[in-house]
Nanobody, 115 residues
């Protein structure tokens, strides 16, 4: 089993930056992809960015050019660098790990962007 644990959320002013981290524990050798999703109040959870074990990345159109997903294999950690943050980026950000035919969510971390 794989367990992702997020950290790095907080309160930031519009135009600022934050970096989220997601550390994976457990059967990390079986992870095929990891990603960041977010859920704003009264909205559905939506994809932000993903990265595969091969290093391929994918981004939501709304964050392209502002967010960067990366990984440190030695630390079993995936990062989300968020720049030029906007109030509409405010949400709970969740890390997700795909392994085999399974997936596992982290507990989420709150990101609040003030105008």
């Amino acid at each position: 089993q794989v367990q992702p644990v997020e950290s790095g959320g907080g309160l930031v002013q519009a135009g600022g930056s934050l970096r989220l981290s997601c550390a994976a524990s457990g059967s990390i050798f079986s992870i095929t992809a990891m990603g960041w999703y977010r859920q704003a109040p009264e909205k559905q959870r939506a994809l932000v960015a993903t990265i595969t074990s091969g290093g391929s990345t994918n981004y939501a159109d709304s964050v392209k050019g502002r967010f960067t997903i990366s990984r440190d294999n030695a630390k079993n950690t995936v990062y989300l660098q968020m720049n030029s943050l906007k109030p509409e980026d405010t949400a709970v950000y969740y890390c997700h790990a795909d392994y085999g035919s399974f997936g596992r969510w982290g507990q989420g971390t709150q990101v609040t962007v003030s105008s």
